[in-house]
């Protein structure tokens, strides 16, 4: 499904967020796409919740402390951040200037708003694609598969879940994960023209 404002253009490097509500499979398309996509940079996260058995700092996330992030927004050095279930979350300017530097697009894989930040901060160099779920239902049924949260944390969830659908129309592209493989397919269709373009000087450089 395509619903969004624009197309993919060449013009790299870019800042190709990948976004939707929890559990919309936003995260294990944008592993699919840096697998087939190699020369993608991916931008890493900076996070004070707790982090998960199954994922590695520096890796999955910059897992830090309330103090050192509070720090980091104070000296400006998130390109965007947002404070969700209690937890902050962030993109760091410096994961922006290493993918710069190298000349490559950028992947980042964010929640809604800090897409939206990102949208803002950088209009011409930034290519959003939201990840829908099918519906209500079958969101709650994969937050509950996951067995990450509680009852309580997976209600805050699904609480947020209609105000980030509401923001759907603001992305350049909408992409509806019925069915992961084809939703796959899709982003990665989506993503290919930013891949191999060449790099102009200076392009994201804030």
């Known amino acids: 499904m395509n619903n969004g404002r624009r197309d993919a253009v060449t013009h790299s490097p870019m800042l190709i967020v ?3 509500p929890s559990g919309c499979g936003k995260t294990s398309i944008a592993h699919a796409v840096l697998m087939r996509y190699p020369e993608l940079a991916f931008s890493v996260s900076a ?3 707790q982090r998960r058995a199954n994922e590695v700092d520096g890796k999955d996330y910059y897992f830090v402390s309330r103090a050192a992030f509070e720090e980091e927004i104070g000296r400006g050095k998130l390109a965007e951040w947002e404070q969700i279930y209690g937890d902050y979350y962030g993109t760091p300017n410096e994961e922006i200037r290493r993918a710069h530097g190298s000349g490559r697009s ?3 894989d964010i929640d809604v708003k800090g897409a939206l930040s990102i949208k803002k901060k950088y209009p011409d160099t930034s290519f ?4 829908k779920p099918p519906s209500l239902e079958v969101l709650k049924t ?3 598969k996951r067995k990450t949260e509680s009852p309580d944390a997976l209600q805050k969830r699904m609480d947020r879940v209609a105000m980030e659908l509401g923001q759907a129309d603001q992305f350049d ?3 509806v994960n019925d069915r992961l493989e084809d939703a796959i397919s899709e982003v ?3 993503v290919a023209p930013f891949v191999h373009a060449a790099a ?5 450089s804030k």
Not at 200 to 204: A, F, L
Request: glycine letters at 4%; proline letters at 4%; zero cysteines.
């Open 188 to 190: 990665e269709r989506i």
């Open 200 to 204: 102009p000087q200076n392009q994201i």
């Open 47 to 49: 996070t004070t919740r």
């Open 173 to 175: 592209r909408a992409i």
């Open 128 to 131: 959003l694609i939201f990840i």
């Open 106 to 108: 950028i992947l980042l």
């Open 142 to 144: 994969r937050l509950m």
């Open 18 to 20: 990948i976004s939707g």
